[in-house]
């Protein structure tokens, strides 16, 4: 059973740093596409940013400059580096990860990031 476990979210003062971690078992295959997602209060949930598995990235226009996607796949674990993060960042974060071959499009069950002005 795969199975998706995030980590490293928390609250923070506004300008400071975040890393959040996304760990894949249960599988030995890798994903094509890595992700983050993430849901504020009243909002629909959007992306963050994603990773191929050629490295390829595309980011949110909001998040450009300040948040780092990268990929490791022989620990099947994606991350989040956040910089320089605003209030409006505040949201749940969700990893999710996809494989076309298998048709499998998994999501972890979220984790909390808190912005503080």
């Known amino acids: 059973q795969v199975q998706l476990v995030e980590s490293g979210g928390g609250l923070v003062q506004a300008g400071g740093s975040l890393r959040l971690s996304c760990a894949v078992s249960?599988?030995?295959?890798?994903?094509?596409?890595m992700g983050w997602y993430r849901q504020a209060p009243g909002k629909q949930r959007e992306l963050v940013a994603r990773?191929?598995?050629?490295?390829?990235?595309n980011y949110a226009d909001s998040v450009k400059g300040r948040f780092t996607i990268s990929r490791d796949n022989a620990k099947n674990t994606v991350y989040l580096q956040m910089n320089s993060l605003k209030p409006e960042d505040t949201a749940v974060y969700y990893c999710?990860?996809?494989?076309?071959?298998?048709?499998?499009?998994?999501w972890g069950q979220g984790t909390q990031v808190t912005v503080s002005s």
């Open positions: 999710n990860v996809l494989h076309w071959v298998l048709r499998w499009d998994f």
């Open positions: 249960g599988t030995v295959f890798s994903f094509n596409v």
């Open positions: 990773i191929t598995s050629d490295g390829s990235t």
